[in-house]
């Protein structure tokens, strides 16, 4: 398995090398260009002329291309060109692990409220309660951040003033309440739905009615045999999360006024803000083949059958 | 001058703000009316992202005008020879004209954007140039009632036939750093905006009077200095211009002629503002991008303090209205959303509202008039004609728009009640069609109206034009979106045929910023490649007509030409709008232009 991880990881560097080289194509020859952003109506060819210059744009695509891989390697992704003179790491840095926490504090809404629905949910199969959830799951589920979250501020912080409109403390902050809850949401109906399945799949299985017939008391049935084995695909589900960690939540962000990378990511798309896009890209592209190595691994450990080649 | 996008707030970032172009959007006035059609529910949940959609952006008196401005009475022993016609009216509004003494301390919270620069030499735009003027100033400013006053100059004369300016500095004048400034610095500073690698966009617009500025600017950096700028003393700038221009003392408020401390920029690099030594009332704190800036008080400020410890602008957004209601900033721009709300007497909000005086600007729908349909003046006339502007302001905006017949905003030097633009009339707009090259439908050309934008609705204005070419021409017109950046590409290299979801700020007070570089045939504002010898010849006189009189009938007698070519169809002028401020805030004045305003702001609770 240890090698099927490295053989994993070592391709990475070749899936950001093919990534990175289409990012650069679409921004070289798409429409747009970062100076005119910049300059706008102060447009002059001169100057626009001098600015490409200075910022290596008039370059070859493939001594652009060249430069930004030589740079890259040395940990350096270049500067931002709206944000004059700051580098891409420290602008995107702080801005990433906001998000991170935010998805943090968002995924434990979801998964604390959504498994024990869930697992409550199939327990309750055939009365009324079952069906309840599930629909109010998916009402949930339809519901958009765009909605929920000005509502979320309508009630808590307006109306009854128990938490403030906006702002952010970090994950430990009490502020952080009401944004978990709006990016938690759907992810509660997801953990309720797919809880609800796992254990309604386990509930049918064998062994549990032998754990019953043994005179099991149902707590100990309940939670050591049943939620532990519904948990287990349960597991893979989070490791997704992992890929979307660094994601902004962009409406959550701008709705809360959490500085995250949300804004900035869409930002820097419309501005062509080429080092900028670059360094996102390559980052999502990473957690996405971490994620991926990590579900695989978690599969074969869940279920030995199961072999990685 | 700089655009300041105006809803749509979510997809155009502040960068873009860069721009002089104005990028309109009707949408929440839209929303508005759309109350009306659907259900509740539905409304509700648009008026709430539409809440969100607004969030984090400058409040509405920040998307006025920027600096320079001429003013309605010079100071003392200023020039003689006035060219720039002056401003009609004071249309500043001071929240509360305070009572009681002012007193120290207190913070004043507000949400702002991110600005492009906090270089002054740079600053082209509001969201900039709003904390520009707070951090650093220059030799002369513009003061509430946006007139020019001394400022690091306690006075000056002016000889040589009104193009000699000699500044006599105050006494122990300090950085916020404490470093003295000096005539010296003003020099170096002057010099260094207009250097090619400060890479300023506006040097040569505000500086290029000056002798010996655009050999600075034009140079590749071998030319460093200008001799229309001389040292005599410490305390004594000579600044010499190549004619007698009333309005440069003017362009002197604007923030590329402020001064910066050279050791203090050459040490800090690119990101040297961020530990900026300035000569405003405040100096900056902190700032971290995205996040929040905070300024403090310039305890060196050469004139009486600023009364606030410190300003806090969230960078972060969040919903304003709901932040305001909380308590958690002092001031805020009122949505459409809330219109209604907040001018019901009963309502607690009320009794903060304010009246933001308009801004200078027109919106429009451009024609490329090398491009077929649009280069036949019939065609352009007739297209004028079907459009009845009235009706749209009143149904589908509900009177919140003031159509444009002119280009030059009401108020505006040099506009003229006696212009007339085309005024809707089907019969005409029939014939003109029917006397254009292009009457028959089957062989015009196809016509595309392009608008900025990612979210897929145009602005009802252009979906109601293209209605009304359609059911009075049988002209029919598809409006494509594109994205910003792509969008600004094509209008630079006039590659639109036709454009729609763009306006025109001023950015000085002279009709100049207007008639001349809007549709002078050389000019890169005129995206339309609109020529006009007579327009060109007028412009031409304009520039160095000394009678102020006689300056704005040239202007007057171009724009009349222009409208009855029908260059463009004018769409509106802005409108006053709403904004909101705590009853503790004193003295915060709304201008349509930007002025330096916290110093005299005070917290009184």
């Given at each position: 398995?240890l090698?099927?991880?490295?053989?994993r990881?070592l391709w990475?560097p070749?899936l950001?090398l093919i990534i990175?080289?289409?990012?650069?194509i679409l921004g070289t020859?798409?429409p747009g260009?970062?100076?005119?952003?910049?300059?706008g109506?102060?447009?002059?060819?001169?100057?626009?002329?001098?600015l490409r210059?200075?910022?290596?744009?008039?370059?070859?695509?493939?001594?652009?291309?060249g430069?930004?891989l030589?740079?890259?390697l040395?940990?350096d992704?270049g500067?931002?060109?709206?944000?004059?003179?700051?580098?891409?790491?420290t602008?995107?840095?702080?801005?990433?692990l906001?998000?991170?926490q935010?998805?943090?504090?968002?995924?434990?809404?979801?998964f604390?409220f959504?498994?024990?629905?869930?697992?409550?949910?199939?327990?309750?199969?055939g009365t009324?309660?079952?069906?309840?959830?599930?629909?109010?799951?998916?009402?949930?589920?339809?519901?958009?951040?765009?909605?929920?979250g000005p509502?979320?501020?309508?009630i808590?912080?307006v109306?009854?003033?128990?938490?403030?409109?906006?702002?952010w403390g970090?994950?430990?902050d009490?502020?952080v309440?009401?944004?978990?809850?709006?990016t938690?949401?759907?992810g509660?109906?997801?953990?309720v739905r797919?809880?609800?399945?796992?254990?309604?799949?386990v509930l049918?299985?064998?062994?549990?009615?032998?754990?019953r017939?043994?005179?099991?008391?149902?707590?100990?049935?309940?939670?050591?045999?049943?939620?532990?084995?519904?948990?287990?695909?349960i597991?893979?589900?989070?490791?997704?999360?992992?890929a979307?960690?660094?994601g902004g939540?962009?409406?959550?962000e701008l709705?809360f006024?959490i500085?995250?990378i949300?804004?900035?990511?869409?930002?820097?798309?419309?501005s062509?803000?080429?080092?900028?896009i670059?360094?996102l890209?390559?980052?999502?592209?990473?957690?996405l083949v971490?994620?991926?190595?990590?579900i695989?691994i978690?599969y074969?450990?869940i279920d030995?059958?199961?072999?990685?080649? | 001058m700089?655009?300041?996008?105006?809803?749509?707030r979510?997809?155009?970032?502040?960068?873009?703000?860069?721009a002089k172009?104005?990028?309109?959007d009707?949408r929440e006035?839209?929303?508005?009316?759309m109350?009306?059609y659907?259900?509740?529910?539905?409304a509700a949940?648009?008026?709430v992202a539409?809440?969100a959609c607004t969030?984090?952006?400058?409040?509405?008196?920040t998307q006025?005008?920027a600096p320079?401005a001429?003013?309605?009475?010079?100071?003392?022993r200023?020039?003689k020879?006035e060219?720039?016609?002056?401003?009609?009216?004071?249309?500043t509004?001071?929240?509360?004209a305070q009572s009681?003494?002012?007193?120290?301390?207190g913070?004043?919270?507000?949400n702002?954007?991110d600005?492009?620069?906090?270089?002054?030499?740079?600053?082209?735009?509001?969201t900039?140039a709003?904390?520009?003027?707070?951090?650093?100033?220059?030799?002369?400013?513009?003061n509430?009632?946006?007139?020019i006053?001394?400022?690091?100059?306690?006075?000056?004369?002016?000889?040589?036939?009104?193009?000699?300016?000699?500044?006599?500095?105050?006494k122990d004048l300090?950085?916020?750093?404490?470093?003295?400034?000096?005539?010296?610095?003003?020099?170096w500073?002057?010099?260094r905006?207009?250097?090619?690698?400060?890479?300023?966009?506006?040097?040569?617009?505000?500086?290029?009077?000056?002798?010996?500025?655009?050999e600075?600017i034009k140079?590749r950096?071998?030319?460093t200095?200008a001799?229309?700028?001389?040292v005599?003393?410490?305390?004594?700038?000579r600044?010499t211009?190549?004619?007698?221009k009333?309005?440069?003392?003017?362009?002197l408020t604007?923030?590329?002629?402020?001064?910066?401390?050279?050791?203090n920029?050459?040490?800090?690099?690119?990101?040297?503002?961020?530990?900026?030594a300035?000569?405003?009332p405040?100096f900056l704190?902190e700032y971290?991008i995205g996040?929040r800036?905070?300024?403090?008080?310039?305890e060196n400020?050469?004139g009486?303090?600023?009364y606030?410890d410190?300003?806090?602008?969230?960078l972060?957004?969040g919903v304003?209205?709901?932040?305001?209601e909380?308590?958690e900033?002092?001031?805020?721009?009122?949505?459409?959303?809330?219109?209604?709300r907040?001018q019901?007497?009963?309502?607690?909000?009320n009794?903060?509202?304010?009246?933001?005086?308009?801004?200078?600007?027109v919106?429009?729908?451009?024609?490329?008039?090398?491009?077929?349909p649009?280069d036949?003046r019939n065609?352009r006339?007739?297209l004028?004609?079907?459009v009845?502007?009235e009706?749209?302001a009143?149904?589908?905006?509900?009177?919140?728009?003031?159509?444009?017949?002119?280009?030059?905003?009401?108020?505006?030097?040099?506009?003229?009640?006696?212009?007339?633009?085309?005024?809707?009339?089907?019969?005409?707009?029939?014939?003109?069609?029917?006397?254009?090259?292009?009457?028959?439908?089957?062989?015009?050309?196809?016509?595309?109206?392009?608008?900025?934008?990612?979210?897929?609705?145009?602005?009802?204005?252009?979906?109601?034009?293209?209605?009304?070419?359609?059911?009075?021409l049988?002209?029919e017109?598809?409006i494509?979106?594109?994205?910003?950046?792509t969008?600004l590409?094509d209008?630079?290299?006039s590659?639109?045929?036709?454009?729609?979801?763009?306006?025109?700020?001023?950015?000085y007070?002279?009709?100049?910023?207007?008639?001349?570089?809007?549709f002078?045939s050389?000019?890169?504002?005129n995206h339309?490649?609109y020529?006009?010898?007579d327009?060109?010849?007028?412009?031409?006189?304009?520039?160095t007509?000394?009678?102020?009189i006689?300056?704005?009938?040239l202007?007057n007698e171009a724009?009349?030409?222009?409208?009855?070519?029908a260059?463009?169809?004018?769409?509106?002028?802005?409108?006053?709008g709403?904004?909101l401020?705590?009853?503790w805030?004193h003295?915060?004045a709304?201008?349509?232009?930007?002025?330096?305003?916290?110093?005299?702001?005070?917290?009184?609770?």
């Open positions: 398995m090698t099927y991880g490295l053989r990881l990475t070749v950001l990175s080289f289409f990012v650069f020859y798409g260009d970062p100076v005119e952003v910049r300059l109506n102060n447009y002059t060819p001169e100057l626009a002329e001098r210059d200075r910022l290596g744009l008039n370059d070859p695509f493939f001594v652009q291309y430069r930004f030589g740079n890259a040395r940990g992704l500067e931002s060109l709206t944000f004059r003179g700051r580098d891409v790491i602008l995107i840095g702080p801005k990433l906001t998000s991170a935010l998805n943090i504090a968002g995924s434990i809404v979801a604390g959504g498994v024990p629905l869930g697992f409550y949910a199939a327990k309750r199969q009324w309660i079952d069906p309840t959830l599930v629909l109010g799951a998916l009402v949930i589920f339809a519901l958009p951040v765009f909605f929920t509502f979320a501020i309508l808590f912080a109306g009854l003033d128990w938490v403030p409109v906006s702002g970090g994950l430990f009490y502020r309440i009401l944004p978990a809850l709006t938690g949401l759907p509660i109906a997801v953990f797919l809880m609800r399945a796992s254990t309604l799949d049918g299985q064998e062994y549990i009615q032998t754990a017939s043994k005179g099991l008391r149902a707590l100990v049935v309940n939670y050591r045999h049943v939620a532990r084995n519904a948990l287990l695909p597991v893979t589900v989070l490791g997704f999360t992992i979307g960690l660094f939540s962009l409406i959550t709705i006024g500085p995250g949300g804004r900035l990511a869409l930002e820097s798309v419309f062509r803000d080429y080092p900028v670059m360094a890209t390559l980052l999502g592209a990473t957690s971490i994620a991926n190595l990590i695989d978690i074969t450990v030995p059958r199961i072999r990685l080649q | 700089p655009p300041a996008p105006a809803a749509w979510v997809q155009i970032p502040p960068v873009f703000v860069a172009l104005k990028q309109i009707h006035i839209r929303i508005t009316k109350r009306k659907v259900t509740p529910i539905i949940i648009f008026l539409l809440a969030a984090g952006q400058p409040e509405p008196d006025k005008p320079i001429t003013a309605t009475a010079l100071p003392t200023a020039a020879p060219i720039a016609p002056s401003l009609q009216g004071t249309p509004t001071v929240a509360e009681g003494e002012a007193t120290m301390g913070v004043f919270t507000r702002w954007a600005p492009p620069t906090l270089d002054p030499h740079l600053v082209t735009d509001t900039s709003g904390v520009v003027v707070e951090i650093f100033s220059g030799l002369v400013s513009l509430q009632d946006l007139e006053v001394p400022e690091l100059a306690e006075s000056w004369s002016i000889s040589g036939g009104g193009t000699v300016y000699e500044f006599t500095l105050r300090k950085f916020s750093n404490g470093e003295p400034v000096t005539t010296e610095d003003f020099r500073s002057l010099e905006a207009a250097h090619p690698d400060t890479e300023s966009p506006v040097a040569e617009i505000y500086l290029g009077d000056i002798l010996g500025i655009n600075i140079g950096g071998d030319v200095s001799e229309g700028i001389e005599i003393d410490e305390r004594t700038l600044l211009i190549d004619g007698p009333a309005y440069f003392l003017a362009k604007y923030p590329t002629a402020y001064v910066l401390d050279r050791e920029v050459e040490s800090g690099g690119d990101t040297w503002t961020d530990n900026a300035g000569t405003g405040f704190e971290r996040q800036m905070v300024l403090a008080r310039n400020y050469w009486r303090k600023a606030l410190n300003v806090v602008m969230n972060a957004g304003s209205m709901s932040m305001y909380n308590d900033i002092d001031i805020t721009g009122v949505g459409l959303a809330d219109v209604n907040v019901d007497p009963s309502e607690e909000l009794k903060d509202l304010i009246r933001v005086p308009p801004q200078f600007s919106s429009y729908i451009g024609f490329n008039v090398n491009e077929p649009f036949d065609f006339r007739a004028n004609f079907a009845d502007k009706t749209i009143e149904h589908v905006y509900s009177g919140l728009v003031r159509p444009a017949y002119g280009i030059i905003p009401p108020g505006f030097p040099g506009f003229s009640e006696e212009i007339d633009g085309i005024h809707f009339n089907v019969e005409t707009a029939k014939n003109m069609l029917a006397e254009s090259k292009y009457a028959d439908p089957e062989t015009r050309p196809r016509i595309t109206v392009t608008i900025p934008g990612t979210g897929g609705l145009p602005g009802r204005d252009v979906q109601v034009v293209k209605d009304m070419w359609s059911e009075h049988g002209v017109i598809e494509q979106q594109v994205e910003w950046a969008y590409q209008l630079n290299r590659r639109l045929q036709a454009w729609g979801g763009l306006g025109w700020e001023a950015d007070p002279d009709p100049q910023d207007f008639i001349d570089i809007l002078y050389e000019s890169p504002g339309g490649a020529g006009n010898d327009v060109d010849r007028l412009v031409e006189q304009a520039r007509e000394q009678d102020v006689r300056r704005v009938q202007y724009e009349q030409l222009i409208l009855d070519d260059a463009w169809l004018p769409m509106w002028f802005d409108t006053e709403l904004a401020i705590k009853p805030v003295n915060y709304f201008t349509p232009i930007i002025t330096p305003k916290l110093k005299n702001v005070y917290i009184q609770k």
